[in-house]
T-cell receptor
Framework: DAGVIQSPRHEVTEMGQEVTLRCKPI?????LFWYRQTMMRGLELLIY????????DSGMPEDRFSAKMPNASFSTLKIQPSEPRDSAVYFC????????????????FGAGSRLTVL | AQSVAQPEDQVNVAEGNPLTVKCTYS??????LFWYVQYPNRGLQFLLK??????LVKGSYGFEAEFNKSQTSFHLKKPSALVSDSALYFC????????????FGAGTRLFVKA
């Protein structure tokens, strides 16, 4: 398996532009998480999905942020309009559901998408 | 609500010496505890976990961690540090009362000097 795939790896955009980050989880993983990493706030959970359904979006900072998971192999995180304070590294992670497997509780992270908003 | 604290921003240790990276947690139920490591420009990688059973957990690259319920701690240890262990280390917790989300500590940067 190629692991969790994120794109783009780097994105530089201007304030006010729309940004779309993409994630392909590991096949068979039922849970998908979006995290944001900054120096000031560390690693924050934004939203997570179970079987393509959003379960908890309480970490989404404001209405400018939205996330979707149209199918089991694809998720997007969208920021519209973007602001300089959105600059961060955005990570996607996935894991299988519980059920006795040794990896059931372990997150596998993608390499991250580094966003810079000018 | 569940939370994780890593009291040290940075830990410095000489190569060959033992290392400890500290972590304390707060949960309302039984904790699932994890350590992850992050190398520059990479995503986080799983090191080890405690779910139940033996309080001393062994993981990747010679790391181990001890679960202490009375002190609500889960410190990461290694008997002999390597320069290549230099990285950012995250403690994380999940509990059933908090749903299925995993919450991470602020991270501790480990520097191992040759």
């Amino acid at each position: 398996d190629a692991g969790v795939i994120q794109s783009p790896r780097h994105e530089v955009t201007e304030m006010g532009q729309e940004v779309t980050l993409r994630c392909k989880p590991i096949s068979g993983h039922d849970y998908l998480f979006w995290y944001r990493q900054t120096m000031m706030r560390g690693l924050e959970l934004l939203i997570y999905f179970n079987n393509n359904v959003p379960i908890d979006d309480s970490g989404m900072p404001e209405d400018r942020f939205s996330a979707k998971m149209p199918n089991a192999s694809f998720s997007t995180l969208k920021i519209q309009p973007s602001e300089p304070r959105d600059s961060a590294v955005y990570f996607c992670a996935s894991r299988p559901s519980a059920g006795g497997t040794s990896g059931a509780n372990v997150l596998t992270f993608g390499a991250g998408s580094r966003l810079t908003v000018l | 609500a569940q939370s994780v604290a890593q009291p040290e921003d940075q830990v410095n240790v000489a190569e060959g010496n033992p290392l400890t990276v500290k972590c304390t947690y707060s949960v309302s139920g039984n904790p699932y505890l994890f350590w992850y490591v992050q190398y520059p420009n990479r995503g986080l990688q799983f090191l080890l976990k405690y779910i139940t059973g033996d309080n001393l957990v062994k993981g990747s690259y010679g790391f181990e961690a001890e679960f202490n319920k009375s002190q609500t701690s889960f410190h990461l240890k290694k008997p002999s540090a390597l320069v290549s262990d230099s990285a950012l280390y995250f403690c994380a917790v999940r509990d059933m009362a908090g749903g299925f989300k995993t919450i991470f500590g602020a991270g501790t940067r480990l520097f191992v000097k040759a």
